[in-house]
């Protein structure tokens, strides 16, 4: 059963188009299963039922990997040129960040490929099988194709398998279809083309649950030939995705080595031709090196992403991988399944119609508080039909309500616990005695009982309206029978479809009197005909309240939600309409259709579709993909196994704290602790904040690196003494830079956040003006310290020492003003409360403080080689370290004030 090219005779069979008996023979097996010895030799050829997982990565391995990024190797170089300097104390500083970088990599990248892990988790360890015509109970890695299985209320099915008994028999299929209710299975032979994997209703697939009934099913795949596999196989072949982050902060890094390294030689050149001593220029070119790649950027980095999670997790948001952090932040669409995650996966009757009457039900949920309603009035005591409907509700019902922690939840079939739900609203009595049942399955798609009341026996039907009124020939109205004319039936119709369209999901109830005991299961489905109908009962699974709102925001932040589901399309459009999400005349794809697009008009189609339903996890994963390919940045969220492929190829990954599955957090790289589709908003302004601290702490770190350089550049253009010493320039670049960069990290969002658009996928690190910014204020630092230092100089009779202590304490004051400067994104410095982020507020005193501390203090004066400052030298260095911060600050004053003058002459 195995061909030349390593795969099976039973791939892409679609078993669920065979009958029983066809299936039975093309596996070459009976009803009584396979002998030991078969079931032996078939073990040896298909191996064990068991998911596979690719050769994995050796932790040293994986480590060591953590070193390949450009920004870590020219962090090792700065290492080896402080080493050969001397500055011991740099080059363990510079040591720490990256092995403290390579850690957390090492750690998420270690927890991000746990999915397979828990995919296993999902397959059953023992299974009841029929071997040598008797049911054993077997290891579930033991299964073959061939071996008949026993389903039963409670079990996790260990294979797929077609179904060729099927008692009462209800399978839980949300984790791997999506769809939010549990399936009726039954036996016959459905088409081969055009059947999703969720309209399969003779199959059992590996991994969902029994919960209702029994039945007997023949396996025809194991291990990674079933769909679980199937998926197993995605997420192995799923890239994760370079965020915006670690692609800008790659790119600084290569501008920043060749920038430094191209100026580095310049002024090297330029100091020794103007007469400087060659080991003295080339110490001092390698400081600027150093100086000029900031290799505490890394470090900080991962500070503010790190704080940045800790606000995200005070708002339910748990993030496993940190630059997430940030592609949250300019995320363009969201792609969310519907099932636990729009919806609360809890099915809630809302409309009942009954006597031509439409009677509303308040609350959601299985708790039995709300009020059902008539006209906007509450019904008092059950009468007539809708006493008559929840008697039905009660008596066709095996599900049972019971109280958690949470809340209410329901033990059986979710729809039974909507009916019971609505019952207890009600206040309905208790039915009478149970005499016989006649259980539902999807050929009759309806459940009979029996019960005895004290007008004497009575048959009570609930099922799907259509087939239900083909058995009726009266209605109940205004508290008697009468017959069910063609208007009747029309009006019906009407209803039906009224409530279908608004998402419901509809149940028909019947009833007739009996005239005589039944004897059995099969003399109760003779008498099912010449039934009574007394109404129609709409269920649905709610929207999360919040939801709505939060879609609303995501709008006006420039982001598009898109519903993926594998539910059904009329259900999926009335939830998206009704959300929000989809527009009056929006468009809506199926599965089906969306296999007949290849991937380039697939892509086309993603940029309009809105609502995408039917969907499989291999839909899933190309939709993904297909909005990656048109530019989007992509949040995926989702609570099942299905979803996890897509979730871990997406941009950003989201899975649900409460309801998800294991494989589904796995894959993620954002978890919401509470299941609130509102808390991704959340974490997209905290996404937004932190870049923004990022940029801000760029530009403060690299405006004060080009002061730097400048600085020194110009000294040897003009054959100058050098204007800082190498020690002077790495003190500034560890102290100065460090303090202040890390508290821009934790500044507060600005108010106008969530009001700007997403980013551009393919923005650089200095775009929006940032790199003009740095370069001008940079050179304004640069000339005012070389101005200081020139005029000390000059002053002073040519004391070098006393111009080199005046040039530095003014290039790290100028830094030091600059960076309330860089707490606005798009304003000025005065823009902002000054003192809104005291940590900035702390860390410009200490750095201050640490700048007096190596000019007063004897023992540190010849170490950095600086001289105490008099008072007027002091406020010859405070008037020019302000110059640059206010020279901005007036040319931006004088620019608005032109616009207001002359509004059509410039830019805005």
């Given at each position: ?23 039975l ?16 030799h ?17 932790l ?18 700065a ?23 390579a ?51 409670g ?45 399969r ?6 991994g ?21 596999g ?47 001593a ?10 600027l090196a ?33 630059p ?5 932040g ?10 636990g ?6 099915m ?8 031509r ?20 009035r ?48 009600a ?39 259509d087939?239900?009124?083909a ?6 109205l ?29 149940l ?33 699974d ?18 598009r939600t ?23 005349r ?16 697939l ?21 993904v ?28 990954g ?5 309801t ?22 959340a974490?997209?302004e ?37 204007p ?34 997403p ?9 929006r ?10 050179f ?60 900035l ?20 004066q010849p170490?950095?080689?600086?001289a105490?400052l ?38 805005a």
């Amino acid at each position: 059963m195995r061909r030349e090219d390593g795969g099976t005779m039973l791939d892409d069979v679609a078993w669920h188009a065979r009958t029983v008996e066809e299936t039975l023979a093309a596996l070459r097996t009976g009803p009584g299963g396979l002998s030991a010895a078969e079931a032996a030799h078939r073990l040896g050829e298909f191996g064990p039922n068991r998911i596979h997982e690719q050769k994995r990565v050796s932790l040293i391995n994986l480590f060591f990997d953590q070193f390949r990024n450009f920004m870590v190797v020219v962090l090792l170089a700065a290492t080896l040129v402080s080493g050969l300097l001397g500055e011991l104390s740099d080059a363990v500083t510079i040591i720490v960040i990256v092995l403290a970088n390579a850690v957390l990599g090492f750690v998420q990248e270690w927890k991000a490929e746990r999915s397979l892990a828990s995919l296993r988790r999902l397959t059953a360890p023992t299974a009841q099988v029929y071997r040598d015509g008797r049911p054993e109970v077997w290891p579930a890695q033991s299964l073959v194709p061939g071996d008949v299985i026993v389903l039963a209320a409670g079990d996790r099915v260990a294979a797929d398998a077609r179904i060729m008994v099927a008692q009462d028999l209800s399978l839980e299929e949300a984790s791997l279809t999506g769809e939010s209710t549990p399936v009726a299975k039954g036996i016959r032979p459905l088409p081969a083309e055009g059947a999703a994997l969720g309209d399969r209703v003779n199959m059992a697939y590996m991994g969902t649950t029994v919960v209702r009934g029994r039945g007997l099913a023949v396996v025809v795949a194991t291990g990674m030939d079933t769909e679980m596999g199937r998926i197993a196989h995605l997420i192995q072949t799923s890239e994760e995705t370079e965020t915006p982050l670690e692609r800008r902060l790659n790119q600084l890094g290569q501008i920043l080595v060749y920038l430094s390294l191209g100026i580095t030689v310049i002024v090297v050149l330029a100091g020794v031709i103007h007469g400087h001593a060659l080991y003295e220029m080339v110490l001092a070119g390698v400081s600027l090196a150093v100086a000029a790649i900031p290799e505490g950027l890394p470090a900080i980095v991962t500070i503010a992403l790190a704080l940045g999670v800790q606000r995200m997790i005070r708002r339910n948001a748990i993030v496993r991988r940190l630059p997430a952090v940030e592609t949250l932040g300019c995320a363009t669409v969201i792609c969310s399944d519907k099932t636990g995650t729009l919806t609360q996966n809890q099915m809630t009757v809302k409309q009942v119609w009954v006597d031509r009457r439409s009677l509303a039900v308040e609350g959601d949920g299985y708790a039995p508080v709300g009020r059902v309603l008539d006209g906007g009035r509450a019904i008092g005591k059950p009468q007539g039909a809708w006493e008559i409907v929840l008697r039905v509700c009660r008596a066709c019902n095996n599900a049972r309500l019971v109280e958690t922690e949470g809340g209410f939840a329901v033990i059986g079939d979710p729809t039974e616990g909507a009916l019971l739900t609505l019952a207890q609203k009600a206040g309905a009595r208790e039915p009478g005695e149970r005499v016989l049942e006649l259980p539902f399955d999807s050929e009759r798609k309806r459940m009979s009982v029996v019960v005895r009341e004290q007008g004497g026996l009575q048959l009570l039907v609930k099922g799907a309206p259509d087939l239900l009124l083909a058995r009726c020939t009266h209605i109940w109205l205004s508290g008697a029978s009468r017959p069910l004319t063609s208007f009747l039936r029309a009006e019906l119709d009407g209803v039906v479809q009224n409530m279908a369209s608004g998402a419901l999901r509809t149940l028909g109830v019947a009833f007739r009197p009996l005239d005589r005991p039944l004897q059995d299961a099969q003399d109760a489905a003779a008498v099912e005909h010449d039934l009574v109908f007394v109404g129609v009962v709409g269920m649905m699974d709610p929207p999360r309240a919040e939801v709505k709102e939060a879609i609303r925001m995501a709008s006006s932040a420039g982001i598009r939600t898109v519903m993926i589901t594998g539910d059904h399309q009329l259900t999926a459009r009335a939830i998206a309409a009704r959300l929000g999400i989809l527009p009056e005349r929006g468009r809506v794809l199926t599965g089906a259709q969306l296999d007949a697009l290849d991937d380039d008009a697939l892509q086309q189609a993603s940029r309009d579709v809105h609502v995408y339903a039917r969907v499989s996890p291999l839909h899933k994963l190309r939709i993904v993909k297909a909005m990656q390919a048109s530019g989007e940045i992509v949040a995926m969220t989702g609570d099942g196994v299905n979803d996890a492929p897509a979730i871990k190829a997406s941009d950003i990954g989201v899975a649900m704290g409460r309801t998800g599955t294991d494989v589904a957090k796995d894959a993620s790289a954002l978890i919401l602790a509470d299941d609130n589709f509102a808390t991704i908003i959340a974490a997209i302004e905290e996404g937004r904040a932190i870049y923004d601290n990022i940029r801000k702490f760029i530009r403060y770190l690299l405006t004060s690196n080009t002061g730097e350089i400048l600085t020194m550049f110009f000294a040897m253009m003009l054959g100058l003494p050098l204007p800082l010493l190498p020690i002077q320039i790495l003190w500034v670049n560890l102290v100065t830079d460090g303090l202040p960069a890390i508290a821009l990290g934790v500044d507060s969002a600005e108010d106008d956040t969530m009001q700007r658009p997403p980013r551009d996928v393919r923005e650089g690190i200095f775009a929006r003006g940032l790199g003009w910014k740095i370069v001008t204020r940079g050179f304004l630092i640069g000339l005012v310290t070389l101005g200081v230092f020139y005029a000390a100089w000059r002053v002073s009779g040519g004391q070098l020492r006393m111009a080199q202590t005046m040039a530095f304490s003014t290039l790290v004051l100028a830094q030091l003003i600059h960076v309330f400067d860089c707490r606005s994104v798009l304003h000025g410095v005065f823009d902002r409360n000054i003192f809104g982020n005291p940590w900035l507020i702390g860390a410009v005193i200490s750095s201050l403080l640490l700048l007096l501390a190596v000019i007063y203090i004897p023992l540190l004066q010849p170490v950095f080689h600086t001289a105490a400052l008099s008072a007027p030298a002091w406020g010859a260095v405070a008037a020019a370290a302000a110059i640059p911060t206010f020279a901005v600050r007036a040319r931006r004053t004088t620019r608005r004030a032109g616009r207001r003058r002359a509004p059509g002459m410039f830019r805005a």
